[in-house]
């Protein structure tokens, strides 16, 4: 959200972009797969450019549910918490349309 002529989140952009590419490079020491994952959707599609909501999906289905390393009561915490903001919502919407 910059505006014309602020050049810090061009900087911060390019600083980024750099480091999450010198991650994935194969010089480096090898990481996860899901770590992997998780680089190159973050180059395709920052998360200021997408909804908090979707993200979170997202990142519960195809990051989170393949971790090895993963707490199993968190991952259903999560989407048991994704599901009831999406119920409120959904019902907000009903009664709107209303």
Same mark, same amino acid.
């Given at each position: ?15 980024? $972009? ?8 194969? $010089? ?47 991952? $259903? ?22």
């Amino acid at each position: 959200m910059a505006f014309n002529g602020e050049d810090i989140l061009d900087e911060a952009l390019s600083f980024a $972009t750099k480091s999450l590419k010198s991650i994935g490079l194969p $010089t480096q020491e090898k990481i996860s797969p899901s770590f992997q994952k998780q680089i190159d959707f973050a180059l395709r599609l920052p998360a200021w450019k997408c909804p908090s909501r979707s993200l979170a999906r997202h990142s519960i289905d195809n990051f989170y549910s393949e971790d090895s390393a993963l707490n199993q009561n968190l991952l $259903t915490f999560a989407k048991l918490d994704f599901n009831m903001v999406q119920s409120f919502h959904q019902q907000e919407l009903r009664e709107l349309s209303k």
